[in-house]
């Protein structure tokens, strides 16, 4: 059903926006707001092997759950960002329900604007062009070592070191600086 709807928008995606238009104006992509279910977020934050000094980077985190189940079950900090000011809002109330407010931070901003070099796992839920467009950034710029872990979409080219399939639901891990096994 998720993938159903997924796949509706990104067609949809494709048949409104003309091709030139993600070239020259890449800020303006936006995925649209689809949580990710909590199971497949615990699988997500244990794929990538989540430990208390992780800094737990979500590329458009939405009501925040995942840097907010990364504080709370493993002691992380975390980064949320997200374009959509009533996401940041949701996320903050919430982090502050679960007790987590003085290991994470949300704000409102554009994943293309964002520095994330200090982040030593990212997750993203994003759209597959959006994926694509920050692949080579985050080759670049996170440290050896820092994980990524995507939700439904992979990243393109560069081929993950594992996957897992929760409930019919697809997520990815790559290692930073690290040869595919
Ligand atoms: C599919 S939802 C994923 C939410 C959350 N990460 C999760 O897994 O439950 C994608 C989120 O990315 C946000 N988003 C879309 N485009 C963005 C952009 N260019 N910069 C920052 N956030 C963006 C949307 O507002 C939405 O909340």
Redesign the pocket.
Known sequence: MIHMMWLTLVVLAGLIVPSTYFTQQEVD????????PSPVVDAMLELARTRKNDVVY??????G??VIAAAKHYGARGVG????PE?IHEARANAKREGVESLVRFSA????DMDFREATLV?M??LPD?HRKLSPRLQRDLKPGARIVT?TFDLGAWKPHQSRNINGEQIFLWRVGTQRQ
């Not at 992509?29 to 990710?36: E, G, N």
């Not at 979500?58 to 009501?63: A, E, P, V």
Request: with cysteine; glycine share 6%; hydrophobic share 35%.
């Open positions: 992509i936006h995925a649209p707001y689809v949580t990710t979500d590329l458009g985190c939405g009501d759950r995942i960002v997200d374009i959509d996401r901003q554009n994943v293309f997750t839920y994003l959006m939700h």
